[in-house]
């Protein structure tokens, strides 16, 4: 089992950057892949971006491409969502979650481990 904790999410101006952070701790970090997600009010969940477990391969969806990338730390049990270019449509819950299957993880579907979210408002 795998445990997640998201940190870094705030209240940012349009055209900002924010780099949230989720620590994990459980079992070995680097077999897992990692995926972000989040959810604006009255909306559903959407998947932005995941890394394999390696980090040697990434995946993002189209609207954040360019714009948000999904590093990943191993030797810190740490994945990142880099966010720049901010804009008040990125509002929402941001979600980091572990997959641990070795194919798949790019669909964004059937992760198995989720964090409990951390809020990004973009307002000026």
């Known amino acids: 089992q795998v445990q997640l904790v998201e940190s870094g999410g705030g209240l940012v101006q349009p055209g900002g950057s924010l780099r949230l952070s989720c620590a994990a701790s459980?079992?070995?970090?680097?077999?897992?892949?990692m995926g972000w997600f989040r959810q604006a009010p009255g909306k559903e969940r959407e998947f932005l971006a995941a890394i394999s477990g390696s980090g040697s391969s990434t995946h993002h969806k189209d609207f954040v491409k360019g714009r948000f990338t999904i590093p990943r730390d191993n030797a810190k049990n740490t994945v990142y969502l880099q966010m720049n270019s901010l804009k008040p449509d990125d509002t929402a819950v941001y979600y980091c979650?572990?997959?641990?299957?070795?194919?798949?993880?790019?669909?964004?579907?059937?992760?198995?481990?989720w964090g409990q979210g951390t809020q990004v408002t973009v307002s000026s």
């Open positions: 979650a572990a997959y641990q299957w070795s194919t798949g993880w790019a669909l964004g579907r059937g992760y198995d481990y």
């Open positions: 459980g079992r070995t970090f680097s077999s897992y892949a």
